[in-house]
């Protein structure tokens, strides 16, 4: 009895472990190099609204492993199912690549003005909020919210 008892609950449990994200899916390392970049981001925005002590050089470093994970998940496009990303993605690639140089370009500007490490983070509030705002365009653009 406690051999069919164990079998019943066990073998559902075994089926579900089974369950999950395909970790070597597109969307799935898309997703996850997605959330490696808000944590940088995040990490600077935490400087930049006084949540956070504000460091010149950890702001630094936290935008050099951004501009490094930027790179991550844009070749990942190439396909949406179970995914936020709107047809658009695939149906109007130039203008898609064009949010990501927008992107891009707002990155490498930014890089500009902490380049000095400014002691002030005013310095560099204006260039964080152009980054900012490429994402939401794009998002607002080819995401479906």
Do not use: N
Not at 20 to 29: E, H, I, L, N, R
Not at 112 to 121: D, H, L
Request: some cysteine; proline content about 8%.
């Amino acid at each position: 009895m406690f051999r069919l008892f164990s079998a019943l609950i066990l073998l559902p449990l075994l089926l579900l472990s089974g369950c999950g994200p395909d970790k070597d899916s597109p969307v799935y390392q898309r997703k996850q190099a997605f959330k490696q970049m808000m944590r940088h981001k995040e990490a600077m925005y935490g400087m930049l609204s006084g949540r956070v002590e504000y460091e010149p050089k950890r702001f630094a470093a936290e935008l050099a492993q951004l501009q490094q994970a930027s790179q991550k998940p844009w070749p990942l496009f190439t396909e949406l199912k179970d995914s936020r990303a709107k047809e658009d993605v695939l149906l109007e690639p130039a203008a898609f690549k064009q949010s990501q140089d927008r992107y891009q370009q707002a990155l490498a500007d930014l890089a500009v003005a902490v380049q000095p490490q400014p002691e002030k983070p005013d310095a560099v509030r204006a260039p964080f909020k152009a980054l900012t705002d490429s994402c939401q365009a794009c998002h607002d653009r080819f995401r479906i919210e």
